[in-house]
């Protein structure tokens, strides 16, 4: 009994459709963040071959002087300097694909 007189008393909540867009000219300064963006990604991708050329010198010179914990070490730099490298490269696309994939959630 109490139950439908709250429930009679209160109204009924109903969500309203809230529609929210990235907006590239909300804020002052979105161009250059926008370029600060690309300029980190070109550095990162710099470190990257960067560190793939480090690696492979690392790698070679344990390979060539017996030492596995040197080569090894050398292996797993290549392999995380390739890592860094797709990652740093798809960062953008992965970006859009989540984006998409969370606006699909309702």
Do not use: Y
Not at 33 to 54: D, H, N, P, Q, Y
């Amino acid at each position: 009994m109490l139950h439908e007189i709250i429930s009679a008393a209160v109204p009924v909540l109903v969500p309203l459709n809230i529609d929210v867009t990235p907006n590239d000219d909300g804020l002052p300064g979105i161009a250059a963040l926008r370029s600060i963006v690309g300029a980190v990604m070109t550095i990162a991708l710099i470190l990257s071959v960067l560190a793939l050329l480090i690696s492979a010198v690392v790698w070679g010179f344990g390979a060539n002087s017996s030492n596995p914990t040197l080569a090894s070490r050398g292996k797993i730099g290549v392999l995380i300097s390739c890592a860094a490298a797709v990652i740093t490269g798809a960062a953008v696309t992965l970006i859009q694909f989540f984006w998409n994939v969370g606006q699909t959630v309702s």
